[in-house]
T-cell receptor, first 118, second 114 residues
């Protein structure tokens, strides 16, 4: 993907609530992977969940799930039963396609700062 | 568990200094990456390497160079540091397939150039 857009710079919810972070992307590829990364205040970026584009079933990892809408190029992250430890920056990302048509790094959105209130 | 380490968490340098940021991964990953993270801009790719001695430019390579002499180590070099290079630098690695494999990140180096 050449562009990844996260339209929510910051969100705040109460503990135990469900929250959805939005992400849209632009790509000309037929198959690709999409990722959500979490960066807690300690700064270590870790993978939350990933989705392969040709799989119709939405990925799920415990309290984290995605709503992948391929035609709309939308990839939102849902966090159920939110916990204080979920407070972090969340980045949506997809693999890049370089000028030569090959792959290099990831294209990231600008991030959503999620705050879980006690 | 994959471990990606970076030589410094915090670094303060003077304008014009040559700066080396080191990154080491311990899982025999083929691909390594350097990103720069700035508030409101997300992460931007500086350089990546898919093999020893191989390197490719990312979106913002100007003012930076890289070195990969050994598979496990990928260095980012600021030839002559400038104040606009003050930023958080993140190193990452992935196993083999750039398109599919998850990238694992180091803790980051907060560089301040005075």
């Amino acid at each position: 993907a050449q562009t990844v857009t996260q339209s929510q710079p910051e969100m705040s919810v109460q503990e135990a609530e469900t929250v959805t972070l939005s992400c849209t992307y632009d790509t000309s590829e037929n198959n690709y992977y999409l990722f959500w990364y979490k960066q807690p205040p300690s700064r270590q970026m870790i993978l939350v969940i990933r989705q392969e584009a040709y799989k119709q079933q939405n990925a799920t990892e415990n309290r984290f799930s995605v709503n992948f809408q391929k035609a709309a190029k939308s990839f939102s992250l849902k966090i159920s039963d939110s916990q204080l430890g979920d407070t972090a920056m969340y980045f949506c990302a997809s693999h890049r396609s370089n000028i030569g048509g090959g792959a290099d790094g990831l294209t990231f959105g600008k991030g959503t700062h999620l705050i879980i209130q006690p | 568990d994959v471990k990606v380490t970076q030589s410094s968490r915090y670094l303060v340098k003077r304008t014009g200094e040559k700066v080396f940021l080191e990154c080491v991964q311990d899982m025999d990953h083929e691909n390594m990456f350097w990103y720069r993270q700035d508030p409101g801009l997300g992460l931007r790719l500086i350089y990546f390497s898919y093999d020893v001695k191989m390197k490719e430019k990312g979106d913002i390579p100007e003012g930076y160079s890289v070195s990969r002499e050994k598979k496990e180590r990928f260095s980012l070099i600021l030839e002559s540091a400038s104040t606009n290079q003050t930023s958080m630098y993140l190193c990452a690695s992935s196993f083999r397939q750039i398109y599919t494999d998850t990238q694992y990140f180091g803790p980051g180096t907060r560089l301040t150039v005075l």
